[in-house]
């Protein structure tokens, strides 16, 4: 039997493994992590041929450079993201949403998540992977996942357990969309701030400051005044929700968030913009829009079937 | 009493149980929360007990808001049956190199650290609820002349093992990180451990802490 395993020779920025996460767990203070993106998490397990809950690789900005040694395994890559392939000492660009057959020596280059954050590299193959939850998405703060809760570094190997045999050539026509405004719902809290904070918070731009990562976004620009408490009993929140601290900047909160916040929460961003909003790099600029709670709910539906398309469309 | 259900987002519900924070409230909370984690509902995908208010997370694939809150309007709550609870020691070394903040907790509190440590080590502690971080436990009541506000300037890097005050509530950082809460002593005691899947909190919202007082050589004999 030959071993298989690809060897990490350039970590990337944040690169960790991730599948859909961890369930019932806010109450001991662990969120559910996983993927960013949903939909690219699962049209890249899709188009490897993985079940749609299995591990990949996720990274932000910056990806891995990795060398593979073993029997001919296939890849996918889903995002915006600028990467090369080296086979047989030929070095060429790959594109986003097909599959690639590699073999023994081959390096995948991801070099950009272009004017994006995520990107995803799915292997048709079950990795050896610790599990804590039965998850192994890994969340650096609490150290809990696989590769001991901590980002896969420099010089590491991943190794395959068992290559699919499944090496059918995949490919998908889509272009991920860029997202004008982030839809919100009002917050429990909407009527701490001021009719100038509010006016403010659905009115003016905002820009995606560098402190965001996977817990957490932070916003600049004009300040929201809060009329009533700067300070709220510490509750639970959710991804998504937008807080407001004593300094007037929204943060809003990700996938690896505290499980409790003590900030007045101004509004929740709805379940079907959360993939864009993610997606979101430092600088970019953010308009909230309001909507009621009956058109989030449709406006998942519909996010839900168009993934739905996506994935069938493989 | 639940007082008020509405929406946080489109995949939250969020009971609202008033603005009081004391033992009776949050073990009316406390039961919501027990009842319905035994339940299992359907589409229910996370439950967070805080002092006052329960937030009910829901996959929205599965469920949503109206399913969700008809089931709790309708939920049946045994108020009478005692709320399981441990009574746990923590050990505290407040040796000068880890009461980080002893200093200004005698300043903020108009009290001497002898007089501080007394009064810390003296009382009976209520779990109210864990998260922040993975199983840091909020915790009260302190006297109200242990009271002091968050530190101006919150550390960037809180040891791990930190016991902290913070107006009526003591916590424990289970590991490092950054936080804003006066530093009275160190605990060397495991308050987390991922490793046990199936109880990974030494310390669970309903539970009865108290903290025990070591030094220095008791703290680095400490083998966990």
Avoid at chain 1, 162 to 173: H, M, P, V
Wanted: hydrophobic share 35%.
């Amino acid at each position: 039997m030959s071993k298989n395993y690809f060897k990490i020779i350039r970590a990337g920025i944040n690169t960790t493994f991730q599948d859909l996460g961890r369930e019932n767990l806010y109450h001991i203070g662990i969120p559910f992590s996983g993927a960013m993106d949903n939909r690219n998490y699962l049209l890249s397990n899709k188009l490897v041929k993985n079940d749609l809950n299995s591990p990949v690789i996720e990274f932000a900005y910056q990806g891995p450079l990795l060398k593979y040694h073993g029997d001919k395994i296939n890849i996918a890559i889903t995002g915006n993201v600028k990467f090369r392939l080296k086979k047989n000492h030929k070095v060429f660009e790959g594109n986003c949403y097909e599959t690639y057959l590699l073999e023994d020596e081959d390096e995948i280059d991801l070099l950009s998540t272009n004017k994006s954050v995520y990107g995803y590299l799915a292997i048709g193959a079950e990795i050896d992977l610790e599990f804590q939850w039965k998850s192994c998405s890994i969340n650096t703060k609490a150290k809990i996942g696989s590769n001991d809760g901590k980002k896969i570094v420099n010089g590491q190997e991943i190794q395959i357990k068992k290559i699919s045999k499944d090496f059918s050539k995949k490919k998908l026509n889509y272009l991920n969309s860029k997202i004008e405004k982030i839809r919100v719902i009002k917050g429990t809290n909407y009527d701490y701030f001021s009719d100038k904070g509010k006016k403010i918070f659905f009115e003016k731009e905002f820009i995606v400051s560098k402190l965001s990562d996977r817990m957490g976004m932070r916003l600049e620009g004009p300040k929201i005044e809060n009329i009533v408490d700067t300070n709220i009993k510490s509750e639970g929140i959710l991804k998504g929700v937008i807080q407001i601290p004593a300094d007037g900047n929204p943060i809003i909160m990700l996938s690896d968030h505290g499980t409790i916040g003590g900030y007045p929460k101004i509004a929740v961003v709805i379940s079907a913009d959360y993939d864009k909003l993610v997606q979101l790099m430092p600088g970019s600029k953010i308009k909230f829009q309001e909507v009621e709670l009956s058109s989030a709910e449709t406006l998942f539906k519909l996010y839900d079937l168009e993934t739905q398309n996506l994935i069938s469309q493989i | 009493m639940l007082k008020n259900i509405s929406n946080l987002g489109d995949a939250a519900l969020y009971c609202d149980f008033g603005n009081e924070v004391n033992k009776e409230v949050n073990s009316l909370v406390i039961r919501y929360f027990k009842t319905l984690k035994l339940k299992k509902i359907d589409g229910i995908n996370n439950l967070t007990p805080s002092y006052n208010k329960l937030i009910i997370s829901y996959d929205l694939k599965r469920t949503n808001y109206k399913n969700i809150k008809k089931i709790i309007e309708n939920i049946t709550i045994d108020q009478k049956e005692n709320l399981s609870s441990n009574k746990i020691e923590i050990p505290v070394c407040c040796d000068e190199t880890l009461s980080l903040d002893i200093k200004r907790l005698e300043k903020k509190l108009n009290l001497n650290r002898d007089k501080i440590f007394d009064n810390f080590f003296a009382k009976e502690y209520f779990c109210y609820m864990t998260g922040f971080i993975a199983g840091m436990p909020f915790l009260g009541d302190l006297d109200d002349k242990m009271r002091a506000k968050r530190l101006e300037t919150p550390r960037v890097k809180v040891p791990k093992g930190s016991v902290g005050l913070t107006e009526q509530f003591a916590n424990i950082y289970t590991f490092e990180s950054p936080g804003g809460w006066n530093i009275i002593g160190n605990s060397p005691l495991r308050i987390f451990n991922s490793k046990k899947e199936k109880k990974p909190n030494l310390i669970n919202p309903g539970d009865t802490v108290v903290f025990k007082k070591i030094n220095i050589d008791q703290y680095n004999e400490y083998n966990e």
